[in-house]
């Protein structure tokens, strides 16, 4: 594979996943279409998913980006459902599936079927949580959604770990099983906390927010491969980095913030619709090595697996909602509103993606012995076939399975009312700490500067309130939104005055430059607020 066509990837990628917001269909199932179409077309080249690229090079930030966009805070809360599914249900689903493959499927050793197991037990939730935030989801299953995603492929790819050493003959034990489960969990987390303090030291201790975010850019893999080198989890330790520096994020000053969310937003786009499209590349490969085994028969296969995998997960899901409330007094009391529909939505959104293909591709070709390893090209078939299954049948119906249930969306209304009471509260400590300053003779000022100081304090603390009032009837918008966009006009017109005096070389290309950044940081200032 040339450079060529890794650049061409790239691109049809960004490409497919920019039409996919023009429809009403998820990115991630676009992508996926559009790679097995392409796989087929005359001249495309051929893409083979190799995990030691995909492993240590595009899992470490993609996780690294989620975990900063997560909350510490909900996470903590919700610390036993995301257990139970990010570790629990990933082991009984290696389990469960395992053996219910090897029923299943003639032939087919345990060993290699738990093998299969471990591979597809981990969903990849990245399109289910884009949905969720498309449509609505209460915030509560949103947050177990993530949470599940940050964590679950650490466990899976320890479980892979021990059923193919039982595979390959290397006769690993129940007892080293767990061990080599506790090593990597608790090593992982370990080289996370142990980091975590120095990269944040460091981040705050840079001068320069391009060297912040060089940095930002190399924390994921540096914590992925310290983790790895000493055999623990490069998973847990990135997503523990990740998830302290996010708690931490406001004590970084703001050019880095604004420099690292741009970054972050564009990588995690290219990642994400480069690994969509590599999953639909996949199928000459894996039709190719199918062997012996007729295509109808590995399609009923495919389909009695992707059954066995639903399945397994609403099995797992409602008695680990249920058990624990009906168990204890105090989660009862806490979780009075659960019903059944939130388990039944956490169950049908157990898409699988790219870490199953990718892990299940480092399966060896021999055993220990040098005998070829059975099944091998059927578990890559199936794992191909159930990644597919669930983003196309989950993926699409999962936004009117939503819909269909009419679960409470998040109040707007409460949230604006809440967001407006914090900045009131906020705008007071700030004209109180103005007073102060202002008593000292040091901090004299111009009296209309101190009226631009209260005019801007108030327009802050005014804002959200005016988005609560009634809209303008002519156009629809708030008063606070036909601010933000007579600010914009207004910056536009700037702009324009700045690009005409340097095209006539009043002022120079630097000075225009410095000018414009002055107008962008105010426009980016009135999009994040308009985005909110």
């Known amino acids: 594979m040339d450079a060529l066509s890794v650049i ?5 990628s960004a490409a497919v996943a920019g039409l996919a917001r ?9 992508l996926v279409t559009a790679g097995l179409i392409a796989a087929y077309i005359p001249g495309v080249p051929e893409f083979a998913l190799d995990p030691h690229i995909v492993l240590p090079l595009l899992l470490p930030p ?3 980006n989620a975990a900063l966009e997560s909350s510490y805070l909900d996470l903590r809360a919700n610390i036993r459902p995301v257990a139970l599914l990010s570790v629990g249900y990933v082991l009984f689903a290696t389990v469960a599936v395992g053996w219910l493959a090897y029923l299943l499927i003639p032939h087919l050793p345990l060993t290699a ?3 299969l197991g471990a591979v597809i037990a981990p969903p990849d939730a990245v399109a289910a949580t884009a949905i969720a ?4 989801l209460p915030s509560r299953i949103t947050t177990i959604l993530q949470g599940e995603s940050l964590v679950n492929d650490a466990t899976a790819i320890t479980a892979f770990k021990v059923a193919l050493a039982a595979a390959v003959g290397e006769g690993m034990s129940w007892a080293g099983g767990i061990q080599e489960f506790l090593v990597a969990s608790v090593g992982g987390v370990a080289v996370g906390l142990i980091l975590m303090v120095p990269l944040h030291w460091l981040r705050l201790h840079l001068k320069e927010a391009m060297l912040q975010n060089t940095l930002s850019l190399l924390i994921p893999f540096v914590a992925y491969a310290a983790a790895e080198q000493v055999g623990a989890s490069g998973v847990l330790a990135v997503v523990v980095v990740a998830l302290y520096l996010g708690h931490r994020a406001w004590q970084v000053d703001f050019e880095t913030r ?3 969310a741009a970054v972050w937003r564009m990588v995690s786009f290219i990642l994400e619709s480069t690994v969509f499209a590599l999953i639909g590349l996949q199928l000459p490969l894996v039709l190719e090595g199918l062997g012996p085994v007729g295509y109808a028969q590995a399609l009923w296969y495919a389909f009695a697996l992707f059954v066995v995998v639903v399945a397994v997960r609403f099995v797992w899901s409602y008695p680990a909602t249920y058990l624990p409330i009906w168990l204890s007094p105090r989660i009862r009391a806490r979780e009075a509103d659960t019903d059944w529909r939130r388990p039944l939505v956490v ?3 157990g898409m699988r993606g790219v870490v199953s293909l990718a892990i299940a591709f480092s399966i060896p070709l021999t055993t220990h012995d040098g005998d070829a390893f059975t099944a091998r090209n059927l578990v890559l078939f199936l794992t191909f076939t159930t990644v597919i299954g669930t983003l196309v049948v989950q993926g699409l119906t999962l936004p009117g399975l939503i819909r269909l249930l009419k679960l409470p969306g998040r109040d707007a209304r409460s949230r604006t009312l809440a967001e407006a009471q914090a900045q009131n509260a906020a705008s007071r400590a700030a004209d109180e700490r103005l007073d102060e300053l202002l008593q000292d003779r040091r901090n004299d000022l111009p009296g209309p500067l101190v009226d631009r100081l209260r005019l801007t304090l108030e327009r802050r603390r005014n804002a959200v309130w005016e988005r609560l009032g009634q809209p303008n009837p002519e156009t629809g918008e708030s008063v606070d939104d036909t601010y933000r966009r007579l600010t914009r006009e207004m910056i536009g017109a700037e702009r324009d005055v700045f690009v005409r005096l340097r095209d006539a070389r009043v002022i120079d290309d630097e000075l225009m430059r410095t000018l414009l950044r ?4 105010e426009e980016a200032a009135a999009y994040r607020e308009e985005a909110d």
């Open 8 to 12: 061409g990837l790239i691109a049809a």
């Open 22 to 30: 023009r429809t009403p269909v998820p990115a991630p199932l676009l």
């Open 62 to 64: 993609l996780l690294h």
């Open 113 to 115: 079927a738990l093998v």
């Open 133 to 136: 935030r498309k449509v609505g």
């Open 258 to 260: 604004l420099q690292e």
């Open 347 to 349: 169950s049908w959104a």
């Open 518 to 521: 002055r107008l962008d940081l």
